[in-house]
Protein backbone atom coordinates (compact mmCIF):
# COMPACT_ATOMS: atom_id res chain seq x y z
CA UNK A 1 0.00 0.00 0.00
CA UNK A 2 1.30 3.58 -0.83
CA UNK A 3 0.67 5.84 1.52
CA UNK A 4 0.50 9.98 0.62
CA UNK A 5 2.28 12.43 2.42
CA UNK A 6 1.98 16.19 2.92
CA UNK A 7 4.76 18.25 4.14
CA UNK A 8 4.25 21.32 5.34
CA UNK A 9 6.62 23.67 5.84
CA UNK A 10 8.81 21.89 3.24
CA UNK A 11 11.87 24.87 2.52
CA UNK A 12 13.12 24.19 5.82
CA UNK A 13 16.53 21.95 6.79
CA UNK A 14 14.16 19.33 8.42
CA UNK A 15 11.99 19.48 5.49
CA UNK A 16 14.05 18.76 3.14
CA UNK A 17 15.72 16.08 5.35
CA UNK A 18 12.31 14.45 5.46
CA UNK A 19 11.82 14.78 1.58
CA UNK A 20 15.47 13.01 1.30
CA UNK A 21 14.27 10.45 3.67
CA UNK A 22 11.04 9.50 2.07
CA UNK A 23 12.59 9.54 -1.47
CA UNK A 24 14.06 6.34 -0.42
CA UNK A 25 10.24 4.92 1.20
CA UNK A 26 8.92 2.01 -0.79
CA UNK A 27 5.50 2.66 0.18
CA UNK A 28 5.08 6.27 0.45
CA UNK A 29 4.45 9.20 -2.02
CA UNK A 30 5.23 12.77 -1.73
CA UNK A 31 1.54 14.40 -2.46
CA UNK A 32 2.17 17.90 -1.46
CA UNK A 33 4.81 20.40 -0.30
CA UNK A 34 3.56 24.02 0.98
CA UNK A 35 5.76 26.59 1.84
CA UNK A 36 3.94 29.54 2.08
CA UNK A 37 6.79 32.43 1.18
CA UNK A 38 7.91 30.31 -1.85
CA UNK A 39 4.62 28.58 -3.51
CA UNK A 40 4.76 28.37 -7.37
CA UNK A 41 8.45 27.10 -6.57
CA UNK A 42 9.85 23.96 -7.47
CA UNK A 43 11.74 21.96 -4.76
CA UNK A 44 14.77 21.79 -6.96
CA UNK A 45 14.96 25.74 -7.11
CA UNK A 46 14.95 25.78 -3.22
CA UNK A 47 17.39 22.76 -2.61
CA UNK A 48 19.20 21.58 -5.94
CA UNK A 49 20.63 18.78 -4.05
CA UNK A 50 17.24 16.99 -4.51
CA UNK A 51 16.51 18.10 -8.61
CA UNK A 52 16.77 14.40 -9.14
CA UNK A 53 13.58 13.97 -7.77
CA UNK A 54 10.05 14.49 -9.28
CA UNK A 55 8.21 16.00 -6.56
CA UNK A 56 5.20 18.32 -6.26
CA UNK A 57 5.18 22.16 -7.01
CA UNK A 58 5.48 24.08 -3.59
CA UNK A 59 2.04 25.52 -2.75
CA UNK A 60 0.11 27.32 0.29
CA UNK A 61 -1.00 24.79 3.07
CA UNK A 62 -4.57 26.55 1.48
CA UNK A 63 -4.22 24.66 -1.61
CA UNK A 64 -3.95 21.21 -0.25
CA UNK A 65 -6.69 18.87 -0.65
CA UNK A 66 -5.90 16.88 2.79
CA UNK A 67 -8.88 14.26 2.34
CA UNK A 68 -6.31 12.77 -0.31
CA UNK A 69 -3.60 12.79 2.39
CA UNK A 70 -2.87 9.95 4.81
CA UNK A 71 -0.31 11.29 6.92
CA UNK A 72 0.90 14.91 7.52
CA UNK A 73 4.16 16.25 8.53
CA UNK A 74 4.36 19.43 9.67
CA UNK A 75 7.47 20.96 9.80
CA UNK A 76 6.63 24.69 10.78
CA UNK A 77 7.91 27.10 13.39
CA UNK A 78 6.67 26.56 17.01
CA UNK A 79 3.50 28.97 17.57
CA UNK A 80 2.58 28.87 13.83
CA UNK A 81 2.51 24.74 14.13
CA UNK A 82 0.04 24.89 16.81
CA UNK A 83 -2.68 26.97 14.60
CA UNK A 84 -2.28 25.29 11.45
CA UNK A 85 -2.77 21.86 13.45
CA UNK A 86 -6.18 22.79 14.98
CA UNK A 87 -7.27 24.00 11.61
CA UNK A 88 -6.48 20.15 9.93
CA UNK A 89 -9.18 17.57 9.42
CA UNK A 90 -9.43 15.06 12.60
CA UNK A 91 -8.84 11.87 11.46
CA UNK A 92 -5.69 13.32 9.23
CA UNK A 93 -2.53 11.82 11.28
CA UNK A 94 0.08 14.40 12.05
CA UNK A 95 3.71 14.18 12.89
CA UNK A 96 4.92 17.61 14.05
CA UNK A 97 8.57 18.54 13.91
CA UNK A 98 8.03 21.77 16.16
CA UNK A 99 7.84 22.13 20.12
CA UNK A 100 4.35 22.87 19.93
CA UNK A 101 3.25 19.66 21.70
CA UNK A 102 6.15 18.22 23.10
CA UNK A 103 5.32 19.39 27.11
CA UNK A 104 2.36 17.81 28.45
CA UNK A 105 1.21 20.85 30.63
CA UNK A 106 0.28 23.97 28.87
CA UNK A 107 1.67 26.55 31.80
CA UNK A 108 5.20 25.01 31.09
CA UNK A 109 4.43 25.49 27.38
CA UNK A 110 3.64 29.32 28.28
CA UNK A 111 6.64 29.07 30.82
CA UNK A 112 9.43 27.89 28.03
CA UNK A 113 8.19 29.72 25.03
CA UNK A 114 6.45 32.77 26.09
CA UNK A 115 2.94 32.44 24.65
CA UNK A 116 -0.38 30.82 25.94
CA UNK A 117 -0.57 27.16 23.93
CA UNK A 118 -4.04 27.45 21.60
CA UNK A 119 -4.40 24.69 20.98
CA UNK A 120 -5.35 22.48 23.57
CA UNK A 121 -7.84 20.27 22.51
CA UNK A 122 -4.83 18.78 20.24
CA UNK A 123 -2.22 19.03 22.65
CA UNK A 124 -4.23 16.53 25.51
CA UNK A 125 -4.29 14.05 22.77
CA UNK A 126 -0.77 14.28 21.32
CA UNK A 127 1.93 11.53 22.26
CA UNK A 128 5.46 12.34 22.89
CA UNK A 129 7.60 11.18 19.80
CA UNK A 130 10.91 9.73 21.71
CA UNK A 131 10.36 6.38 18.97
CA UNK A 132 12.57 3.83 21.72
CA UNK A 133 10.38 4.77 24.65
CA UNK A 134 6.92 6.02 23.46
CA UNK A 135 6.27 2.55 20.74
CA UNK A 136 2.75 1.65 21.87
CA UNK A 137 1.50 5.17 22.08
CA UNK A 138 2.99 6.52 18.66
CA UNK A 139 1.24 3.34 16.95
CA UNK A 140 -2.04 4.00 18.14
CA UNK A 141 -1.95 7.93 17.95
CA UNK A 142 -3.47 10.63 15.68
CA UNK A 143 -1.03 13.13 16.31
CA UNK A 144 2.95 12.55 17.28
CA UNK A 145 4.85 15.24 18.68
CA UNK A 146 8.79 15.04 17.71
CA UNK A 147 11.45 15.72 20.55
CA UNK A 148 13.76 18.77 20.41
CA UNK A 149 17.51 17.46 18.99
CA UNK A 150 19.48 18.32 22.25
CA UNK A 151 16.43 16.99 24.28
CA UNK A 152 16.48 13.78 22.13
CA UNK A 153 20.50 13.26 22.57
CA UNK A 154 20.35 13.71 26.29
CA UNK A 155 17.58 11.11 26.86
CA UNK A 156 19.44 8.48 24.94
CA UNK A 157 21.79 9.24 27.29
CA UNK A 158 20.22 9.17 30.56
CA UNK A 159 16.55 7.68 30.19
CA UNK A 160 17.75 4.07 31.30
CA UNK A 161 19.94 5.67 34.01
CA UNK A 162 17.36 7.95 35.71
CA UNK A 163 14.57 4.33 35.47
CA UNK A 164 16.65 1.93 36.69
CA UNK A 165 17.90 4.06 39.67
CA UNK A 166 21.82 3.64 38.81
CA UNK A 167 23.22 7.33 39.22
CA UNK A 168 22.61 9.95 41.67
CA UNK A 169 19.89 12.16 40.54
CA UNK A 170 20.40 15.22 42.21
CA UNK A 171 23.81 15.16 40.28
CA UNK A 172 23.60 15.04 36.37
CA UNK A 173 25.87 17.13 34.24
CA UNK A 174 24.73 17.49 30.75
CA UNK A 175 27.43 19.59 28.38
CA UNK A 176 26.51 19.63 24.49
CA UNK A 177 27.29 20.46 21.50
CA UNK A 178 25.19 21.52 18.67
CA UNK A 179 25.99 21.64 15.11
CA UNK A 180 24.51 25.43 13.50
CA UNK A 181 21.75 23.29 11.30
CA UNK A 182 19.83 23.10 14.77
CA UNK A 183 18.84 26.55 14.84
CA UNK A 184 17.14 26.99 11.65
CA UNK A 185 17.29 27.76 8.31
CA UNK A 186 16.04 31.66 8.69
CA UNK A 187 19.18 34.55 8.34
CA UNK A 188 20.75 35.45 11.77
CA UNK A 189 23.68 37.97 12.42
CA UNK A 190 25.36 35.02 14.76
CA UNK A 191 24.79 32.73 12.12
CA UNK A 192 26.70 34.09 9.39
CA UNK A 193 30.08 32.18 8.09
CA UNK A 194 32.42 35.08 9.70
CA UNK A 195 30.56 35.38 12.74
CA UNK A 196 30.47 31.60 13.75
CA UNK A 197 33.85 29.95 12.13
CA UNK A 198 36.60 29.38 13.84
CA UNK A 199 35.00 29.70 17.34
CA UNK A 200 32.57 27.98 19.07
CA UNK A 201 30.49 29.67 22.13
CA UNK A 202 27.72 28.45 25.17
CA UNK A 203 24.34 29.89 24.91
CA UNK A 204 21.36 29.91 26.96
CA UNK A 205 23.89 29.59 30.07
CA UNK A 206 22.34 29.01 33.41
CA UNK A 207 19.48 26.74 32.82
CA UNK A 208 17.41 29.01 29.86
CA UNK A 209 17.49 26.80 27.14
CA UNK A 210 13.96 25.65 26.01
CA UNK A 211 14.59 22.21 26.08
CA UNK A 212 15.32 22.11 29.64
CA UNK A 213 11.12 21.97 29.49
CA UNK A 214 11.33 18.35 27.77
CA UNK A 215 14.24 17.21 30.33
CA UNK A 216 12.26 18.41 33.46
CA UNK A 217 9.09 16.84 32.11
CA UNK A 218 10.15 12.97 30.63
CA UNK A 219 13.21 12.93 33.88
CA UNK A 220 10.83 13.68 36.48
CA UNK A 221 8.15 11.49 34.97
CA UNK A 222 11.19 8.70 34.99
CA UNK A 223 11.80 9.19 38.60
CA UNK A 224 8.42 10.34 39.94
CA UNK A 225 9.92 12.89 41.49
CA UNK A 226 11.38 15.87 40.21
CA UNK A 227 14.60 15.96 38.45
CA UNK A 228 16.51 18.95 37.00
CA UNK A 229 19.96 18.61 35.57
CA UNK A 230 22.49 21.02 34.77
CA UNK A 231 22.39 21.84 31.25
CA UNK A 232 24.37 23.98 28.98
CA UNK A 233 24.43 23.56 24.95
CA UNK A 234 27.22 25.44 22.96
CA UNK A 235 27.11 26.07 19.43
CA UNK A 236 29.93 24.43 16.60
CA UNK A 237 31.14 25.72 13.52
CA UNK A 238 29.71 22.29 11.69
CA UNK A 239 26.47 21.74 9.58
CA UNK A 240 25.18 18.37 11.02
CA UNK A 241 25.46 16.81 14.34
CA UNK A 242 25.00 16.89 18.41
CA UNK A 243 27.50 15.57 20.88
CA UNK A 244 26.49 15.53 24.49
CA UNK A 245 28.80 14.59 27.35
CA UNK A 246 27.18 13.63 30.55
CA UNK A 247 28.91 13.61 33.67
CA UNK A 248 27.22 11.17 36.58
CA UNK A 249 27.38 9.78 39.80
CA UNK A 250 27.06 5.93 39.77
CA UNK A 251 29.66 3.01 39.19
CA UNK A 252 30.74 3.29 35.30
CA UNK A 253 30.31 -0.98 34.88
CA UNK A 254 26.70 -0.40 36.14
CA UNK A 255 25.89 2.55 33.62
CA UNK A 256 27.38 0.81 30.69
CA UNK A 257 25.60 -2.39 31.85
CA UNK A 258 22.23 -0.96 32.33
CA UNK A 259 22.31 1.02 29.05
CA UNK A 260 23.74 -1.80 26.60
CA UNK A 261 20.70 -4.16 28.21
CA UNK A 262 17.88 -0.83 27.47
CA UNK A 263 18.93 -0.98 23.96
CA UNK A 264 20.34 -3.83 23.15
CA UNK A 265 17.13 -4.94 20.69
CA UNK A 266 17.63 -1.41 19.40
CA UNK A 267 18.22 -0.82 15.47
CA UNK A 268 19.06 2.25 15.66
CA UNK A 269 20.98 3.41 19.23
CA UNK A 270 24.66 1.26 19.22
CA UNK A 271 26.75 0.98 22.52
CA UNK A 272 30.72 1.16 21.65
CA UNK A 273 33.10 -1.06 23.75
CA UNK A 274 33.45 -0.09 27.32
CA UNK A 275 35.51 3.08 27.23
CA UNK A 276 35.21 4.23 23.90
CA UNK A 277 33.64 7.59 22.61
CA UNK A 278 31.39 8.50 20.07
CA UNK A 279 32.13 10.95 17.52
CA UNK A 280 29.68 13.31 15.23
CA UNK A 281 30.99 11.83 12.18
CA UNK A 282 30.34 8.45 12.41
CA UNK A 283 26.40 9.38 12.44
CA UNK A 284 26.44 12.13 10.13
CA UNK A 285 23.27 11.72 7.31
CA UNK A 286 21.63 8.54 9.18
CA UNK A 287 19.07 7.77 11.82
CA UNK A 288 21.47 6.13 14.42
CA UNK A 289 22.80 7.30 17.53
CA UNK A 290 26.17 6.16 19.18
CA UNK A 291 26.30 5.81 23.10
CA UNK A 292 29.96 4.95 25.25
CA UNK A 293 30.64 5.07 28.83
CA UNK A 294 34.13 6.10 30.15
CA UNK A 295 34.88 5.63 33.78
CA UNK A 296 35.78 8.94 35.37
CA UNK A 297 39.25 9.26 37.52
CA UNK A 298 36.94 10.59 40.47
CA UNK A 299 35.35 7.18 42.04
CA UNK A 300 31.88 6.44 41.29
CA UNK A 301 31.70 8.80 38.38
CA UNK A 302 30.53 8.07 35.04
CA UNK A 303 31.25 10.38 31.84
CA UNK A 304 28.13 9.05 29.39
CA UNK A 305 28.48 10.56 25.95
CA UNK A 306 25.84 10.33 23.15
CA UNK A 307 26.03 11.88 19.65
CA UNK A 308 23.56 11.45 16.85
CA UNK A 309 22.44 14.13 13.72
CA UNK A 310 20.59 16.55 15.00
CA UNK A 311 18.29 16.94 11.36
CA UNK A 312 17.75 13.24 11.16
CA UNK A 313 17.71 11.12 14.26
CA UNK A 314 16.75 14.08 16.49
CA UNK A 315 14.15 15.43 13.76
CA UNK A 316 13.16 14.57 10.11
CA UNK A 317 14.60 10.66 10.72
CA UNK A 318 12.91 10.32 14.20
CA UNK A 319 9.62 11.57 12.60
CA UNK A 320 9.83 9.23 9.39
CA UNK A 321 10.71 6.15 11.94
CA UNK A 322 6.85 7.62 13.95
CA UNK A 323 5.23 7.57 10.49
CA UNK A 324 5.92 4.26 9.81
CA UNK A 325 4.76 3.05 13.09
CA UNK A 326 1.55 5.18 13.00
CA UNK A 327 0.68 4.05 9.38
CA UNK A 328 1.64 0.49 10.08
CA UNK A 329 5.10 0.08 8.27
CA UNK A 330 8.21 -1.49 9.41
CA UNK A 331 9.80 1.28 11.33
CA UNK A 332 13.31 1.10 9.84
CA UNK A 333 11.82 1.65 6.25
CA UNK A 334 13.64 4.45 4.91
CA UNK A 335 16.14 5.24 7.55
CA UNK A 336 18.77 2.61 6.67
CA UNK A 337 21.18 5.11 4.72
CA UNK A 338 24.58 4.43 6.45
CA UNK A 339 26.00 7.63 7.58
CA UNK A 340 28.12 10.11 5.40
CA UNK A 341 31.72 9.57 6.00
CA UNK A 342 33.88 11.62 5.52
Not at 46 to 72: A, G, K, N, Q
Not at 254 to 282: N, R
Amino acid sequence: MTHNIAILGASGYTGAELVRLIATHPNMKIAALSADRKAGMVMADVFPHLRHLSLPTLCTIDEIDFSTVDLCFCALPHKTSQQVIAALPAPLKIVDLSADFRLRDPAAYEKWYGNAHSALAQQDEAVYGLTEFYRDEITAARLVAGTGCNAATGQFALRPLIANAVIDLDDIILDLKCAVSGAGRSLKENLLHAELSEGTNAYAVGGTHRHLGEFDQEFSRLARRPVKVQFTPHLIPANRGILATCYVKGDAQIVYDTLCTAYADEVFIHMLPFGATPSTHDVRGSNFCHIGVTADRIENRAIVVATLDNLTKGSSGQALQNANLMLGEDETEGLMLAPLFP
